[in-house]
């Protein structure tokens, strides 16, 4: 990126950045607002955020973090007067998010913050009256941006972590009722052969992939990632 655009002061538009960048490695981007971020957080994808400050709102950001580095910024600490030299945008990737913070990886050294990670409580902190909003850059890729073999090694790999997944699962788990969306057949999932991620019906010998998969991968990202 940086024999691309150059290593200058100025910095780059985010967007310019992921133009270029995005389609050398079959990756896609999309805008969102916060709850887009936390929802592509979520489902463990990069995140990249922008924001702009004026002179003295960048002061007051620094010295908060300065002087509580685990902090928290929320905007009662951003109260001062509009204006002041040296103001301009920044990007940072968003990392984390749960019901109180937002946090971010700053490219600003360990020494800034808690080793160059910083936390607000939600999007609008960053946003000065009549300025920008804080925008939020959702990264991605899908199935078919990948060759057959990658399809095939993912497809592998998810049949993995689901067959790994059952045994963190209660034994009530087991004996949810599943119904063949073929035969139209309902028993108990321990019934069936196969995995969650791709089961075969004993009635009618056909496959398919089990509606509680959705719910399996679910608990699998939110407790085991």
């Not at 045994?167 to 995995?195: I, M, Q, W």
């Not at 010998?205 to 509606?211: D, H, I, L, S, V």
């Amino acid at each position: 990126m940086l024999a691309f655009f150059g290593d200058n002061d100025n910095g780059q538009r985010v967007g310019n950045v992921l133009n270029e960048i995005c389609p050398k490695y079959r990756l896609r981007y999309k805008e969102c607002d916060e709850a887009g971020a936390r929802a592509a957080i979520h489902a463990r994808r990069p995140v990249v955020a922008t924001f702009w400050l004026d002179g003295h709102h960048w002061n007051k950001f620094c010295a908060f973090y300065r002087s509580t580095p685990n902090g928290i910024l929320r905007a009662q600490e951003l109260s001062v007067p509009a204006g002041g030299e040296g103001g301009g945008g920044h990007a940072v990737v968003l990392v984390r998010c749960d019901e109180t913070s937002l946090t971010f990886m700053n490219s600003w050294g360990p020494m800034f913050a808690n080793n160059g990670f910083f936390a607000i409580d939600h999007s609008s902190t960053l946003k000065l009256l009549n300025g920008p909003p804080m925008l939020f850059y959702d990264v991605y890729w899908t199935t078919d941006d990948l060759s057959a073999e990658e399809k095939r090694e993912w497809y592998e790999h998810n049949k993995e972590t689901a067959s790994n997944l059952i045994g963190f699962l209660p034994k009530s788990f087991h004996e949810l009722p599943v119904v063949c969306p073929h035969c139209k057949r309902s028993t108990s999932a321990n019934n069936y052969d196969g995995a969650w991620y791709e089961a075969r019906c004993k009635a009618c010998m056909q496959t398919f992939k089990p509606t509680g998969w959705a719910l399996l991968r679910s608990l699998y990202e939110s407790n085991y990632s």
